[in-house]
């Protein structure tokens, strides 16, 4: 099956600063999707970016689909920014997100 | 107006029980999902289903098997419960009017407790 890599698995930051945190996959898929999970257990779409750029406010996020690895951005990073986020791919005609592990991102005031 | 929803949020029962988290979603999606994650934070799809097909991730035991009485619930019935069955079960849905790639929704994440 499809392998998602996330790096880093920690990062800690002190508010108003700037991250990237990178998703790599082993094959070529046609979803791929970024997601917040808050400290309160809730998973949140963030983007839906199997290739391309997308932005939303101080989010964005690149996916290089022949290189087979994506980016999300994070600028100006706030304290209700923390939470894990994950990378989850999927391929062919089905829905069925295959997740990375997950960064652990933790913004300090 | 809660997209998807589940019940109940927390749950705790003994081994051996039979249990049952319910789920429900009103974006008129047609595909819905179980997934679980374990308390290394790591999220696993156990089944996916439309009203055509089901597919269930061949690790999943038999003693997990959603029930859909119609488009919008996708229900878990979990039997002979375990300790290792404690993890927070996520419900999810999606449109495949997109034949290639669709945006998923979660639920708010059904926490169960197995003692």
Not at chain 2, 27 to 47: A, E, R, V
Not at chain 2, 88 to 104: K, L, P, Q
Request: with cysteine; net charge positive; aromatic share 12%.
């Amino acid at each position: 099956g499809i392998q998602v890599e996330q790096s880093p698995p920690d990062l800690i930051l002190q508010e108003g600063a700037n991250s990237t945190l990178r998703c790599n996959f082993s094959d070529s898929v046609n979803n791929l999707q970024w997601f917040h999970q808050n400290p309160w257990g809730q998973l949140i779409n963030l983007f839906y970016i199997p290739s391309g750029t997308k932005q939303n406010g101080r989010l964005s996020a690149t996916t290089v689909a022949t290189e087979r690895y994506s980016l999300l951005y994070i600028s100006s990073s706030q304290t209700t920014d923390s939470g894990v986020y994950f990378c989850a791919v999927a391929r062919g005609s089905q829905g069925n997100l295959i997740f990375g592990k997950g960064t652990k991102l933790s913004v300090k005031p | 107006d809660t997209a998807v929803s589940q019940t109940p949020k927390y749950l705790v029962t003994q081994m051996g029980n039979d249990k049952s988290i319910k789920c429900e979603q009103n974006l008129g999606h047609d595909t819905m999902y179980w997934y679980k994650q374990d308390s290394k934070k790591f999220l696993k799809i156990m089944f996916s289903y439309n009203n055509k097909e089901l597919i269930i991730n061949e690790t999943v035991p038999n003693r997990f098997s959603p029930k859909s009485p119609d488009k919008a619930h996708l229900n878990l019935h979990i039997n002979s419960l375990e300790l290792g069955d404690s993890a927070v079960y996520f419900c999810a849905s999606s449109t495949r009017e997109r034949i290639y790639g669709n945006t998923i929704y979660f639920g708010e994440g059904s926490w169960l407790t197995v003692v």
